[in-house]
C-alpha cells in the first residue's frame, strides 16, 4: 500500500504541468447541490480505499468528490497536503458547502481511526457512531489534526471540517 506524508507536487497546479488527467490521474465529482460534500483528495492509489469510503458515505445524499493517483506506481507524488490542496473543483464544491468530511488513510500496524477538524460537534457525534459500530478511535496525532483553517476540510462555509484518517494494515 502506497503512503507518505507529502509527494512530489505542492499544489495542484505543478501537476498540471507535469501530469496528464485521465492518463496519470482523474478526478470525479457529483455535485448534488447539497450542504455537505465528503471528499478524498487522495484518491485513487494515493491513499487506496479512500475513494470507496467517500463515495460510500456521501452515497446519493452529500456531494461527493475525489481526486484519484491512477498510475500503475509511484502515486505517492500526488499526496499534496491537506493545507495545500487546491484543485479548482475541490474548492469550489467545497467552499460551496456549510460541511466538509474529508476521507484519508495511512498504513499502520493496527485498525483505527482517527478524528480530526474544528467541527468538534459533529467529530464528537461521528466519534459516538464509529464507536458504537464496533470501530476504535485514537486521538489524532499531529500531523492528521486537520485543525488549521487552510485544511481543505474547514475552508468550507462554517469554516469548520471534519478529517477522518483511516488506519489499517
Do not use: W
Amino acid at each position: 500500500m502506497e503512503n507518505k506524508m507529502s509527494g512530489t507536487y505542492k499544489n495542484f497546479e505543478e501537476i498540471k504541468e507535469n501530469e496528464t488527467e485521465g492518463v496519470d490521474f482523474q478526478i470525479e465529482t457529483n455535485d448534488i447541490k447539497t450542504p455537505c460534500v465528503v471528499i478524498a483528495i487522495h484518491g485513487g492509489r494515493i491513499e487506496p480505499h479512500t475513494t470507496e469510503i467517500a463515495r460510500e458515505l456521501a452515497g446519493n445524499i452529500f456531494a461527493f468528490y475525489s481526486f484519484q493517483g491512477i498510475k500503475e506506481k509511484n502515486n505517492t507524488i500526488f499526496h499534496v497536503s491537506s493545507s495545500t490542496f487546491d484543485e479548482p473543483k475541490c474548492l469550489d464544491l467545497v467552499s460551496k458547502s456549510k460541511k466538509v468530511i474529508s476521507i484519508h488513510g495511512k498504513h499502520e500496524l493496527d485498525d483505527f481511526v482517527m478524528l480530526g477538524g474544528l467541527d468538534y460537534s459533529l467529530i464528537k457525534d461521528i466519534e459516538d457512531v464509529l464507536t458504537n459500530g464496533g470501530f476504535k478511535v485514537l486521538e489524532s496525532t499531529k500531523n492528521v489534526m486537520g485543525d488549521s483553517p487552510k485544511n481543505i476540510c474547514n475552508k468550507c462555509i462554517s469554516g469548520k471540517g471534519v478529517q477522518i484518517e483511516r488506519c489499517s494494515n
